[in-house]
């Protein structure tokens, strides 16, 4: 077995992208094309990134414009074997800020190699909103009715998992983004969990009527509840917060940060919804 395959064996980080981009040479990362079904270049023929993609094996790739990067994570779920398994983007990769050339920064596997089997949950730092809990936050952006409707399921699916969500949305910051890296066996757990609940909410909600950029509503309501889910974990004591690890992220391109901040003050003082990424 070579080095690559036995990095493979122990970690893989599928980076979800829906174009052309650099990718970090490490082997523990999986570049993989989201939203492949359907995709057709110039010629008519299917787009081909050069990555693997998420419509084959067993996927829900056409449900990418809703449930955008969490395609990726069902598909690798479903599809790899390693023994830790985890989802980072294109654009934001778990690592350390580097002037000389960003990717230089991005987590490394001889990195995160001394903590597998230790940390069984790896997250990104805190996303913090300071001035508003996420329930709010969720309201002012989006359609609360979204995140209402999934308190619902959860209370006739999962009720023990109640308390945590009523405790998570109160809070003014989460682990954000769904970027993880979790073992293998909680991942199955986590997915079945957070699948099951959002297939349900398809159901009952679908995207009718919603901008292009509100009906991925699907992949926002994960970033929340994956916080509901560790805190169940944490509270009833099945993970040990010394088994869960943050770890820096870094933004592979600039962010504007005033254009980001002059959205989040709109949405929470003058109701505007967000009708685009930042």
């Given at each position: ?13 599928i980076v979800a992208s829906h174009k052309a981009y650099r ?256």
């Amino acid at each position: 077995m070579n080095e690559n395959n036995s990095v493979k064996n122990r970690i893989s980080i599928i980076v979800a992208s829906h174009k052309a981009y650099r990718m970090p040479e490490d082997p523990m990362y999986v570049p993989l094309h989201v939203g492949a079904e359907g995709k057709l270049d110039e010629n008519g023929e299917p787009l081909d990134l050069g990555f693997l993609k998420d419509n084959t094996g067993d996927n829900i790739s056409s449900r990418n414009p809703s449930f955008c990067e969490l395609t990726g994570l069902y598909w690798a779920w479903k599809n790899l074997e390693s023994d830790y398994i985890g989802l980072v983007h294109y654009r934001r990769h778990f690592g350390h800020a580097d002037k000389s050339d960003v990717f230089n920064g991005v987590l490394g596997y001889k990195e995160i190699e001394p903590s597998l089997g230790t940390i069984k949950v790896f997250v990104p730092k805190k996303r913090k909103y300071y001035i508003e809990s996420l329930y709010d936050h969720y309201k002012h952006t989006h359609y609360i009715e979204q995140l209402d409707t999934t308190r619902q399921i959860i209370s006739e699916k999962y009720p023990d998992f109640i308390p945590s969500f009523d405790k998570v949305v109160k809070h003014t910051y989460g682990y954000m983004f769904n970027m993880m890296i979790m073992q293998r066996d909680l991942l199955d757990e986590y997915c079945s969990w957070v699948f099951d609940i959002l297939f349900e909410l398809e159901k009952r909600m679908g995207t009718a009527e919603l901008s292009v950029f509100q009906s991925r509503f699907y992949g926002r309501i994960s970033e929340i509840i994956f916080n509901v889910w560790l805190d169940k974990k944490l509270t009833e004591g099945t993970l040990k917060q010394s088994e869960v690890k943050e770890l820096p992220f870094i933004y592979m391109e600039k962010v504007n940060w005033l254009e980001k901040g002059t959205a989040f003050l709109k949405a929470k003082f003058l109701h505007k919804k967000y009708e685009n990424s930042f």
